[in-house]
T-cell receptor, first 112, second 111 residues
Framework: DVKVTQSSRYLVKRTGEKVFLECVQD?????MFWYRQDPGLGLRLIYF???????EKGDIPEGYSVSREKKERFSLILESASTNQTSMYLC???????????FGPGTRLLVL | GQSLEQPSEVTAVEGAIVQINCTYQ??????LSWYQQHDGGAPTFLSY????GLEETGRFSSFLSRSDSYGYLLLQELQMKDSASYFC????????????FGSGTQLTVLP
């Protein structure tokens, strides 16, 4: 079974802090994704990566950056957290052109 | 751009059949996927339709009509554990790896 893990289930940060969210997958998937999920808005893509050191902006990249130094790890960075970044953050991975994405358990981030 | 519409809430009783509809507008189309997410859990893949017609997987079936830009998820013999959010998603024509998700349908199964 594919396993996608995220570093924290819950995080509380202060406005202006730098925040790192880590995601690791164990199935050698090329593609990795970061979404945020807010009530009534579904899952919105922040960034994705289809190879090491490669990244593509999704629909809502503003205020975020990403890093993919190793194939299995994809990090989401909030350079200066703001209250409107309070959300559930979901990481996912997929293989090649595969239609199936495998999701991690999510990190619920609260920015005070 | 792409957009998907699905009902925000559906309620049904245990043992019943429920249909969750999804209409989409896309500049290109590869296929329609469905994901299930229980409260507090991760979305999990349910089904994928690339061609018109019905795909059946146990109690769940998914249907696609490309000419109508429409699909649905059919859940039969509803169980309490089916209470969850269900999301339809389309693959991005510019980057087939990327999905755009609908806003989700919250299904509540009553005893």
């Amino acid at each position: 079974d594919v396993k996608v893990t995220q570093s924290s289930r819950y995080l509380v940060k202060r406005t202006g802090e730098k925040v790192f969210l880590e995601c690791v997958q164990d199935m050698d998937h090329e593609n990795m994704f970061w979404y945020r999920q807010d009530p009534g808005l579904g899952l919105r893509l922040i960034y994705f990566s289809y190879d090491v050191k490669m990244k593509e902006k999704g629909d809502i990249p503003e205020g975020y950056s990403v890093s993919r130094e190793k194939k299995e790890r994809f990090s989401l960075i909030l350079e200066s957290a703001s209250t409107n970044q309070t959300s559930m953050y979901l990481c996912a991975s997929s293989l090649g052109q595969g239609e199936t994405q495998y999701f991690g358990p999510g990190t619920r981030l609260l920015v005070l | 751009g792409q957009s998907l519409e699905q009902p925000s809430e559906v309620t049904a009783v245990e043992g019943a059949i429920v249909q969750i509809n999804c209409t989409y507008q896309t500049s290109g189309f590869y296929g329609l996927s469905w994901y299930q997410q229980h409260d507090g859990g991760a979305p999990t893949f349910l089904s994928y339709n690339a061609l018109d017609g019905l795909e059946e997987t146990g109690r769940f079936s998914s249907f696609l009509s490309r000419s109508d830009s429409y699909g649905y998820l059919l859940l039969q013999e509803l169980q309490m554990k089916d209470s969850a959010s269900y999301f339809c998603a389309v693959r991005d024509p510019g980057s087939a790896r990327q999905l755009t998700f609908g806003s989700g349908t919250q299904l509540t199964v009553l005893p």
